[in-house]
Every structure is written in C-alpha cells, then in structure tokens.
C-alpha cells in the first residue's frame, strides 16, 4: 500500500508508527523507500533506529504547542540538554 502511493508521488506522506507489526526486511525496504522520498513527510514512530534513520528535522509537540524545534538528526536532538530541559518543563519523555 506504501509503495503505491509513493509511487503515485504524493507532496507529503504522514506515517504513524510505520513499522509497527513488521518485519526486519520489511522495516529496511520502508526506510531505504522514505530515504530516497522527495516529498514531505511527517511520522510518529516508537522505533529509535527508525526516527534517527529518517528524520532531518525534529518537532516536538506538547499541550501549549511546539515545545522544541531542530535540524538536525534524532540522536544529536535528544542529547541537546536545552532541549532535555524543555521536555521536563512540559513533562515530555522521549
């Protein structure tokens, strides 16, 4: 179903927890597949490997809003203390 509509070359995808109920094989195709993505994209995911994988830029959302906004890769993100700090503020875990 993800294969067809990117092939059908939509301007954003929004993914929630995609590799959910996959498997390994399964999981490298869809992130090999959203690597070479031209559009947008916009995803939850509970997969470490995943997000850090896929995502170039980081929004958190919270109740007041965006809580913490980045460019940068997921790792370099969440080892941010300023960004630590913001997330306890709002009691955010990641």
Do not use: C
């Not at 916009?42 to 109740?63: E, P, R, Y």
Request: glycine share 6%; no cysteine; net charge negative.
């Amino acid at each position: 179903m993800l294969a067809k509509l990117m092939l059908t070359k939509p301007n954003v995808l929004i993914l929630d927890d995609p590799t959910n109920h996959l498997d390994l094989e399964s999981i490298t195709s869809l992130n090999d597949g959203l690597i070479d993505y031209k559009g947008g994209l916009i995803f939850t995911s509970h997969d470490h490997t995943f997000a850090q994988t896929i995502a170039d830029h980081i929004i958190v959302l919270g109740k007041p809003g965006v809580i913490e906004r980045a460019e940068t890769d997921y790792d370099e993100f969440i080892a941010n203390p300023g960004v630590q700090d913001a997330l306890k503020e709002q009691n955010i875990q990641l």
